[in-house]
């Protein structure tokens, strides 16, 4: 089996290794390929070394080298991992700081910064999607990079590409959390898990088969490092009768979340510039000669488990393992109440012959309003794009719950069209 892993400069990469390693033996896997582009040489380089290392000193035989050329990285692939951020670290920043400047939520994945994300993304992941479709195997891929339900939708519906399943790793905080709660493995775990990336909820769990939601309102507690922990009041997540993403903070206490998004800023800097640091220490730290396992370090960099929920769902689209893993794929009646091709967040039980909807009946009516209107978001963003029509994107932002007042709205976009020149490829005058 060929892996390409689009974006393998990234600093998760060590621990995708390693996760590759565990599974090498089922699948058969020869050669991994770490795709980056030129700006990221230097990077992908340390990367390169110290996940041959990490290969070395565990005895796999897996043969892996890096590649700056799409055609050649991809020809031949089995799978694909999308991995890469669009506009590297400093296109992330600048998704954190143009909204805070109109008064709005500064984020890589939610609101005006996601879009941003998204848009860059776009151009680089119909490249790649074309190129799998020329010279791939009918590869999977894995969808990792943010945001990843816009991108998945873009790639499943717009591109025409179905063998594509969007993944992140929040749902495996849920997991964890439900494990150490009941004292039980992750197969002994069903969460009635759904919403768009970023944005769900879970209104119920079994475990073994047996309905114990009612205990886990008492006890859940999730906290993730890319975004500020906040409290809600006592009373509100018994009246919701859900447990929330962590990313709901961001639509449910907004002026709180800005007020931190803020301090941050002025103070130790965004999530991304504090992480601009956390890279290039863990890049001095791959680069001693002597290392062959990830450092601690790498904790900090947010991404709990990525490794395994990436390579685990890898594992299981190449078996008859019919797990159950929680995924971005089409809708197709698993959700009563919304529409088939919505692309969602939700169970699913995979093997090799793909993906099989576990059906969850309707999705509770305070979900609802968001979800449909973050998909319409979603939808304009991508038609805007695909299109080459800034008026749609212009209705994304009018339509999103933390976008701009109508008298920001020209301004905005033409702060992130001068923000993001060269990646924006289908708007004039970028």
């Given at each position: 089996?060929?892996?390409?892993?689009?974006?393998?400069?990234?600093?998760?990469?060590?621990?995708?290794?390693?996760?590759?390693?565990?599974?090498?033996?089922?699948?058969?896997?020869?050669?991994?390929?770490?795709?980056?582009?030129?700006?990221?040489?230097?990077?992908?380089?340390v990367?390169?070394?110290?996940?041959?290392?990490?290969?070395?000193?565990?005895?796999?035989?897996?043969?892996?080298?890096?590649?700056?050329?799409?055609?050649?990285?991809?020809?031949?692939?089995?799978?694909?991992i999308?991995?890469?951020?669009?506009?590297?670290?400093?296109?992330?920043?600048?998704?954190?700081?143009i909204p805070?400047?109109?008064?709005?939520?500064?984020?890589?994945?939610?609101?005006?910064?996601?879009?941003?994300?998204?848009?860059r993304?776009?151009?680089?992941v119909?490249?790649?999607?074309e190129?799998?479709?020329?010279?791939?195997?009918?590869a999977?891929?894995?969808?990792?990079?943010?945001?990843?339900?816009?991108?998945?939708?873009?790639i499943?519906?717009?591109?025409?590409?179905?063998?594509?399943?969007?993944?992140c790793?929040?749902?495996?905080?849920?997991?964890m959390?439900?494990?150490?709660?009941?004292?039980?493995?992750?197969?002994?775990?069903?969460?009635?898990?759904?919403?768009?990336?970023?944005?769900?909820?879970?209104?119920?769990?079994?475990?073994?088969?047996?309905?114990?939601?009612?205990?886990?309102?008492?006890?859940?507690?999730?906290n993730?490092?890319?975004?500020?922990?906040?409290?809600?009041?006592?009373?509100?997540?018994?009246?919701?009768?859900?447990?929330?993403?962590?990313?709901?903070?961001?639509?449910?206490?907004?002026?709180?979340?800005?007020?931190?998004?803020?301090?941050?800023?002025?103070?130790?800097?965004t999530?991304?510039?504090?992480?601009?640091?956390?890279?290039?220490?863990?890049?001095?730290?791959?680069?001693?000669?002597?290392?062959?396992?990830?450092?601690?370090?790498?904790?900090?960099?947010g991404?709990?488990?990525?490794?395994?929920?990436?390579?685990?769902?890898?594992?299981?689209l190449?078996?008859?393992?019919?797990?159950?893993?929680?995924?971005?794929?089409?809708?197709?009646?698993?959700?009563?109440?919304?529409?088939?091709d919505?692309?969602?967040e939700?169970?699913?039980?995979?093997?090799?012959?793909?993906?099989?909807?576990?059906?969850?009946?309707?999705?509770?009516?305070?979900?609802?309003?968001?979800?449909h209107?973050?998909?319409?978001?979603?939808?304009?963003?991508?038609?805007?794009?695909?299109?080459?029509?800034?008026?749609?994107?212009?209705?994304?932002?009018?339509?999103?719950?933390?976008?701009?007042?109508?008298?920001?709205?020209?301004?905005?976009?033409?702060k992130?069209?001068?923000?993001?020149?060269?990646y924006?490829?289908k708007?004039?005058?970028?």
């Amino acid at each position: 089996m060929k892996i390409c892993v689009v974006g393998g400069g990234s600093t998760y990469t060590p621990e995708l290794i390693e996760g590759l390693i565990k599974i090498e033996q089922e699948l058969n896997i020869k050669e991994v390929v770490m795709l980056d582009i030129e700006e990221s040489v230097s990077k992908i380089e340390v990367l390169t070394q110290f996940s041959k290392r990490i290969i070395e000193n565990s005895q796999s035989g897996i043969s892996l080298h890096y590649e700056l050329e799409p055609r050649i990285a991809l020809t031949g692939c089995d799978a694909v991992i999308f991995q890469f951020r669009a506009g590297c670290l400093k296109g992330r920043v600048s998704d954190e700081k143009i909204p805070l400047d109109f008064g709005l939520i500064g984020q890589e994945t939610t609101g005006i910064g996601g879009m941003s994300n998204g848009l860059r993304a776009m151009p680089i992941v119909e490249k790649y999607v074309e190129f799998i479709k020329k010279y791939s195997k009918d590869a999977w891929v894995i969808n990792f990079t943010n945001p990843s339900g816009m991108l998945t939708e873009y790639i499943v519906n717009t591109l025409g590409y179905e063998k594509c399943i969007g993944l992140c790793n929040v749902p495996i905080e849920f997991i964890m959390k439900s494990c150490e709660i009941f004292n039980c493995l992750r197969e002994d775990v069903f969460l009635k898990y759904y919403g768009l990336n970023h944005l769900t909820w879970v209104e119920s769990v079994k475990i073994k088969g047996v309905d114990r939601t009612q205990e886990l309102w008492d006890n859940f507690d999730v906290n993730m490092k890319n975004i500020p922990g906040i409290e809600y009041s006592k009373t509100f997540l018994p009246n919701m009768k859900l447990l929330l993403n962590g990313y709901l903070r961001y639509f449910y206490n907004d002026k709180i979340m800005m007020s931190r998004e803020i301090d941050e800023r002025n103070n130790e800097g965004t999530r991304g510039e504090q992480i601009v640091k956390i890279e290039s220490e863990l890049l001095n730290l791959y680069s001693e000669v002597e290392r062959v396992s990830p450092p601690e370090e790498l904790s900090q960099r947010g991404g709990y488990m990525y490794s395994t929920v990436a390579t685990e769902l890898l594992r299981d689209l190449f078996t008859e393992s019919k797990r159950v893993h929680i995924v971005n794929i089409k809708n197709n009646g698993t959700l009563t109440n919304l529409p088939a091709d919505y692309v969602v967040e939700v169970p699913a039980e995979i093997d090799k012959n793909g993906v099989t909807i576990i059906p969850l009946g309707e999705a509770s009516l305070v979900t609802l309003g968001l979800i449909h209107t973050i998909k319409s978001y979603e939808r304009l963003t991508i038609m805007g794009h695909h299109n080459g029509e800034e008026s749609y994107i212009k209705q994304a932002m009018i339509v999103h719950p933390l976008g701009p007042q109508e008298h920001d709205l020209e301004a905005l976009w033409i702060k992130l069209k001068t923000a993001n020149q060269g990646y924006y490829t289908k708007f004039k005058n970028n």
